[in-house]
């Protein structure tokens, strides 16, 4: 049976009015198409809704039945189509992302605090992981979005969309030799300790792969699973740190300086890594352009 809303709306119209043609004036059709619209609608129950004369226009028995439930099923849908275009325009909702910690610690509580502010019923769930972590929740769709690294390959039915290019730095104590030098090469390294991200890191595999093609030999490698384990290593003095623009260590730390890394410059892509089959819902799109804001204005 193929009764459309369409098919309701003129039936409902035209037991209000008892008229055909101010019928076709309240629902905005032409009086032929409301006509037509009617025929199929009692082609498809089997059944007359309107006996008509060349007078006037009356509702049978059991068309009278029909219309009170056909009110009822507009009623539900129209609330419905009310209440999502509510949710839409008012960006309300839950929106759960899994973040790299790199950026959850410097570029993800703005970006909450922004989004609570502008969208005040939007409710963010965070939880930070390593880059692996990211693409595995992700994927179960565990999670609505995650905030990582530009992966390898995004994987089946996986979408990446890039937001930011994030450039590598030297960091070390300031008595480092190296911390005399502007700037320093990636030849540099050779001969040092470095306290790096374990290798589920996205930002470890971009850091090892560029040290191998400049065929750098480090004295030592450490490598740790947190962000804030590293840069306390490099204030205690134990080795140097490679890091992106946005994991540095505050600009007027006490013991802490950074220097560009070139020969080459080298950047890693942080972007929205989520779902091809999944729209985002409204929360989810709400915390994306409160996300997209802060990175556009971190340095």
């Known amino acids: 049976m193929n ?18 043609r101010r019928a076709a004036e309240a629902v905005h059709v032409s009086q032929p198409a409301l006509s037509l619209a009617i025929s199929e609608l009692e082609r498809e129950l089997g059944v007359t809704l309107f006996d008509r004369t060349s007078r006037q226009v009356s509702t049978t028995e059991l068309g009278a039945s029909f219309l009170q439930g056909a009110v009822r099923v ?6 419905l189509v009310q209440e999502v275009g509510d949710v839409a325009k008012s960006r309300r909702g839950r929106v759960m992302v899994t973040c790299v910690s790199s950026v959850a610690g410097r570029v993800m509580p703005l970006a ?14 965070m939880q930070d992981d390593v880059a692996a972590g990211i693409l595995a929740s ?3 769709g565990a999670v609505d979005l995650g905030v990582t690294v530009e992966p390898a390959a995004p994987g089946h039915g996986m979408v990446f969309e890039p937001l930011k290019q994030d450039r590598f730095h030297f960091v070390c104590d300031r008595r480092h030799p190296l911390a005399a030098k502007q700037r320093v090469a990636w030849a540099d390294l050779n001969g040092q300790h470095l306290i790096a991200l374990s290798t589920s890191s996205g930002m470890a595999r971009i850091v090892q792969d560029e040290l191998t093609r400049n065929h750098v030999v480090l004295a030592r490698s450490t490598a740790v699973s947190h962000l804030a384990t590293v840069h306390g290593m490099l204030e205690a003095g134990f080795g140097i740190g490679v890091l992106p623009t946005i994991a540095l260590p505050v600009a007027d730390h006490p013991t802490l300086t950074s220097r560009p890394l070139v020969r080459p410059a080298l950047s890693r892509t942080i972007g929205i890594y989520r779902r091809k089959d999944r729209a985002l819902a409204p929360a989810a799109a709400a915390f994306v352009e409160m996300l997209r ?3 556009k204005e971190t340095a």
């Open 3 to 20: 009764v459309t809303i369409r098919h309701l709306r003129a039936a409902v119209a035209v037991g209000a009015h008892a008229s055909f």
């Open 293 to 295: 804001e802060v990175l």
């Open 138 to 140: 992700v994927q179960a």
């Open 74 to 79: 507009l009623g539900d849908f129209d609330r």
């Open 112 to 125: 909450i605090r922004r989004c609570a502010q502008r969208y005040p019923e939007v409710e963010v769930s």
